[in-house]
């Protein structure tokens, strides 16, 4: 599975940013996918998750303020983030898991068939 993020940049607090990720190199669609985030000498966070029949799941400090989505015709998975924090500062990476208990937390472990992106920066300034 091979999972490329684009999308991210700087803001200003209050802003908004849209991250795309576009999944391919798979034989089944993984049944979980969302999105972690890291901060530089901090443990990985997942923030969300959308399963394939489209059931979401948010951290509390997200929740109101992102929106995860995606389209299937296009094989992209979408992280719409507004009223951004500096605290949402991070490099945001696309995953994915083939599991049936989808959570955000299921997709920071390195467990056989989890899949990372490379990862893009969001840096929000206060």
Do not use: H
């Not at 972690?36 to 394939?52: A, F, L, W």
């Not at 509390?60 to 303020?65: F, N």
């Amino acid at each position: 599975v091979q999972l490329v993020e684009s999308g991210g940049g700087s803001v200003q607090a209050g802003g908004s940013l849209r991250l795309s990720c576009v999944v391919s190199g798979y034989t089944n669609y993984p049944y979980c996918v969302g999105w972690v985030r890291q901060v530089p000498e901090k443990e990985r966070e997942g923030v969300t998750t959308i399963t394939r029949d489209s059931k979401t799941m948010y951290i509390e400090s997200v929740k109101g303020r992102f929106t995860i989505s995606k389209d299937n015709a296009k094989n992209t998975l979408y992280l719409q983030m507004n009223s951004l924090k500096a605290e949402d500062t991070a490099i945001y990476y696309c995953a994915a898991a083939y599991t049936s208990n989808c959570s955000p937390a299921i997709l920071v472990t390195n467990r056989p068939g989890n899949y990372r992106g490379q990862g893009t920066q969001v840096t929000v300034s206060s």
